[in-house]
Nanobody, 125 residues
Framework: QVQLVESGGGLVQAGGSLRLSCVAS????????MGWFRQAPGKEREFVAG????????DYAEPVKGRFTISRENDKIIVYLQMNSLKVEDTAVYYC??????????????????WGQGTQVTVSP
């Protein structure tokens, strides 16, 4: 089991920036992929960004390409999501997820076995 703790959410005006952090602990030895998803009220959880732990390869959802950057800190098993040029439609609860073992895609939520508690991001007009 991998435990995940997110932080860094908050209230920001449109055009502003936030950086989310996700710290992993527990059985991280076989960690393959970590990702960020978000869920707005009344909507399904959607993929935002993902990163392969060993190679560092990344993937982004179209709505956030060019604005968000996912990165990792290997020594401490931390994943960051730098969010720039935030829009009102980015408002959601952001969740960090982790996958142990090999998976073909980073963007499918059901492949993730561990989730954090979520952190609220609110973007005002």
């Amino acid at each position: 089991q991998v435990q995940l703790v997110e932080s860094g959410g908050g209230l920001v005006q449109a055009g502003g920036s936030l950086r989310l952090s996700c710290v992993a602990s527990g059985r991280t030895f076989s960690l393959n992929t970590m990702g960020w998803f978000r869920q707005a009220p009344g909507k399904e959880r959607e993929f935002v960004a993902g990163i392969r732990w060993s190679s560092g390869s990344v993937d982004y959802a179209e709505p956030v390409k060019g604005r968000f950057t996912i990165s990792r800190e290997n020594d401490k098993i931390i994943v960051y999501l730098q969010m720039n040029s935030l829009k009102v439609e980015d408002t959601a609860v952001y969740y960090c997820g982790a996958v142990r073992g090999t998976v073909a895609t980073m963007s499918v939520a059901t492949l993730y076995g561990s989730w954090g508690q979520g952190t609220q991001v609110t973007v005002s007009p």
